[in-house]
């Protein structure tokens, strides 16, 4: 049992030592450590934070980010009525066609339908963004070192450069990007959405939320692949046990 606690013990030193060393080569600044419900190795996501954080991502992030490998059919996922689902998709415009004169066109979004990039192309999204390309969310939690926990901090470490820092035109300054510097504003600040829950939307609660929202967007079937590894490691023991028993037998009278 020490072997085993040492060794894990042992695995997160690790992690957190590779996780410093890449923040410090990076000149950024670690993130703070927030305790997940969808942490450690029993963790779920917890859905009406996640429900939360769609809308924070709808109200205030869409308009520069995408999500292109979530569907609308998968918010059900997370707790969302799929009548529910298919309002917000209807909200939504995608291209559709081509019609019978093979002309494209505007439609409704669906729920077999992904969310829609908010530009046309790359270089209009750059053209938009002080010539940056904002990155889509599908993954972003997983794309960057600390997770969930980098997404929380860096939405509420926004604040004046260092006098030794230059701050370009259209840059804004945050000492959890790589570099400090960086195009995107501040985007949170205390009741920017009314939630529908009627949860306060403070700063820390909209950051919170929609870091548990991408966590869920990066990896939807971590839940599944936690129970299956707790099944696996139930059959273990007891295949270890069939094992152990089956050899004492065998062997007994040869003592």
């Given at each position: ?19 410093s ?40 992030c ?19 009525s799929?009548?529910?689902?298919k ?139 936690k ?29």
């Amino acid at each position: 049992m020490m072997r085993r606690t040492f060794i894990a013990s042992l695995s997160v030193a690790i992690g957190v030592v590779a996780a410093s060393a890449a923040w410090a080569a990076s000149g950024a600044k670690a993130p703070q450590s927030i305790d997940w419900s969808h942490g450690g190795i029993a963790g779920t996501y917890d859905r009406a934070a996640a429900q939360r954080g769609y809308q924070v991502y709808r109200e205030v992030c869409a308009s520069c980010h995408g999500l292109k490998y979530v569907a609308f059919r998968n918010l059900l996922e997370i707790g969302f009525s799929e009548d529910e689902a298919k309002a917000i998709a209807a909200e939504v415009e995608v291209e559709g066609g081509p019609d019978k004169d093979g002309e494209m066109f505007d439609r409704p979004a669906a729920l077999f339908d992904y969310h829609p990039s908010p530009f046309p192309n790359d270089n209009a999204a750059k053209a938009s963004n002080n010539g940056a390309m904002p990155p889509d969310l599908s993954l972003i939690e997983k794309a960057r070192t600390g997770g969930a926990n980098y997404l929380y901090s860096f939405l509420l470490g926004f604040e004046e450069a260092p006098a030794d820092v230059t701050v370009g035109e259209g840059q804004h300054y945050n000492p959890y990007f790589p570099g400090g510097l960086l195009s995107m504003p501040s985007v949170l600040e205390d009741d920017l959405v009314e939630y529908t829950d009627g949860t306060a939307a403070t700063a820390d609660q909209m950051a919170r939320d929609v870091s548990t929202f991408l966590a869920w967007a990066a990896e939807p079937k971590m839940e599944i692949r936690k129970q299956t590894g707790f099944k696996v490691i139930i059959f273990l023991v007891i295949l270890s046990g069939l094992l152990y028993a089956a050899k004492r037998k065998v062997w007994a009278n040869l003592h």
